[in-house]
Structure formats: structure tokens, C-alpha cells
């Protein structure tokens, strides 16, 4: 017999959806930061791009994709968990944020804003880099919805 519904766990996975986004959104921005200075080698230049450039992309690239990804990702645990007695939110988190990483960042934000050699949106683009974002916005889902479930 299954559980009752509950809109609660929808709701807490959403909610665990805007933690996830968020925390994957700093974890980015961190490592664009380690990235550029290593690359670069130049206080001055890793400074400039922290403040104005790398903000700016994640905030006009990343941001909304990130956000709608999440927010699919915590709806979905929140009704799979309302369906069985055992969550299995970091492993369906992981398994639906890669999937939709995949098809969002490869496919939908390159079919909207046409990306350039170079340029952030090729980046974002990269079949790779897009599944490795999904999975790791997968994973910090799944772990903020396990624990704000428990």
C-alpha cells in the first residue's frame, strides 16, 4: 500500500530544488573563479572577471535554466516520493538532473541564444559540461530534499 499524497513533499521538493540551483550557481561561480586565475595567472584579470564578467553569464545564462531544471528535479522526487515508501532522492535526483541538464543546457538554451566559438553559451553548450552541471544539480537535490525530508 502506498503512502497518502502529500502536497508537503512537493512542496519540500521544490523548495530543496531553489537550494539546489542556488548552491550549484555558487559552486559555478567558484570554480570559474579557481579556473580563471589558474589559466591566467593574473590577480587583476581573475578580479575583473569575479566581479563583472562571470556574475553577469551565470546570472543572463545559467540562472533560469538552472532554476527550471531544479525545480522539475525537486517536483519529480517530491511525487515519486509520495508514490513509494522509500525515497530514493539522491539517485532519482542524479538519474532526472543529468536527463534534463543534458536536454536543457545542449539543446534549448543553444537553440535560444546562438552560441559562438568562444563565448560562454558554447561553453554552457558543451554535451559534457552540460551533464556534469545536470548531475551535480541532481545530486545537491537530491541530498537538500533526503535531509529536509527526514
Not at 513509494?84 to 539543446?107: D, M, P, W, Y
Amino acid at each position: 500500500m502506498s503512502p497518502a499524497f502529500s502536497f508537503r513533499k512537493i512542496f519540500l521538493g521544490m523548495a530543496a530544488g531553489l537550494l539546489g540551483a542556488l548552491t550549484c550557481l555558487v559552486l559555478v561561480y567558484i570554480a570559474g573563479v579557481a579556473s580563471t586565475a589558474i589559466s591566467s595567472k593574473d590577480f587583476f584579470t581573475t578580479l575583473l572577471v569575479g566581479a563583472t564578467y562571470l556574475p553577469l553569464m551565470l546570472l543572463f545564462v545559467l540562472f533560469f535554466p538552472s532554476l527550471g531544471i531544479a525545480l522539475v528535479v525537486g517536483l519529480t522526487l517530491g511525487l515519486i516520493s509520495n508514490l513509494t515508501k522509500r525515497i530514493f532522492a539522491i539517485v532519482g535526483g542524479t538519474i532526472v538532473g543529468l536527463v534534463l541538464g543534458e536536454i536543457v543546457l545542449s539543446f534549448v538554451v543553444p537553440s535560444i541564444v546562438v552560441p559562438q566559438p568562444g563565448d560562454f553559451t558554447s561553453i554552457v553548450s558543451n554535451h559534457y559540461l552540460s551533464g556534469a552541471y545536470g548531475l551535480i544539480l541532481g545530486v545537491l537535490t537530491g541530498l537538500f530534499f533526503r535531509w529536509m525530508d527526514a
